[in-house]
């Protein structure tokens, strides 16, 4: 976890390739300085592209943005993007030789799964990012499902091996909700009692890691939630990620976080959404 941020570095793109309704950027990794490790599963880095990032006539100025940091692999760092705003179309917008800031890796990780654990890794839309630097980590298979709202965002689950898919509109996989799927694999998990304790590794969108939340607060089944918060800074700095936590706390998503251990929070909801500390 870093709690004082390193040095923002200034990064070379090597690819952007379409997948589905995402791109996959893929960076140089920067020069580790001494002492600093790779990226774990679930930490992020706060990219902004060099160029034409805010500033200009008619450009708004941005602050960096958070991104999972997808895989690390052969010298690249890959990210997985969605247009959703001003900030992810400028970086889907980069192309080989573009430079970009980064500033990470950033945040608490996943912990991995205990000897005799097994891992069960559950994403929704652009939330899959994590769990793919997640499953190249893992010593075994683990089941993998992932949801999207359609077949086109499907097209995702590709970043992973042996996914099991859901789509809302039923055009790919499983028609429904990735947390059906997530039940299925506790009842066959239960079934197997006594061989492996499932520990859930999610990552989606608010309601879905909500829907995960109490579905695996009901089974007894633990489990480690990556969550989202809009950052300005991305190490602690601005406390403009807080979320509350169950005992009336409050915690920091991008350095207590963005994995938190389930039992830390009463609820999970949309970013900027928290209102009453609960009882
Ligand atoms: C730890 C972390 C990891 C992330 N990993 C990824 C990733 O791997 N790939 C990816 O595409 N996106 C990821 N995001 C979300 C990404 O940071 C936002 O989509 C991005 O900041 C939006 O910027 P924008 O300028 O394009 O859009 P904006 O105009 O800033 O926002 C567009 C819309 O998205 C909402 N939004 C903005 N930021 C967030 C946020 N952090 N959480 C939830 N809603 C938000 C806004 O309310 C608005 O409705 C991650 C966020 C966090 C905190
Ligand atoms: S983003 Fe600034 S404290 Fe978390």
Known sequence: MSLAPPHRRELRVTANEALGAYRVLRVAAPDRAPGESAPEPGQFAMIAAVERWGGGGDERPYLPRAFSIARCREGEWHFLLEDVGPGTKRLCELHEGSALWALGPLGRPFALPAPGGRAVLVGGGVGI???AILQDTLAGPAPVLLGFRDAAHAQGAALLQDALVATDDGSVGHDGRVTELLARELDSAEAQAGRQQPVVYACGPPAMLEAVRALCAQTGTPAQLALEAGMACGYGACYGCA??????????????GPVVDASELAEVVEPGAYGEVPA
């Open 129 to 131: 990012a994590p769990l």
């Open 243 to 256: 979320v509350p936590r169950v005992d009336g706390r409050y915690l920091r998503v991008c350095v207590d």
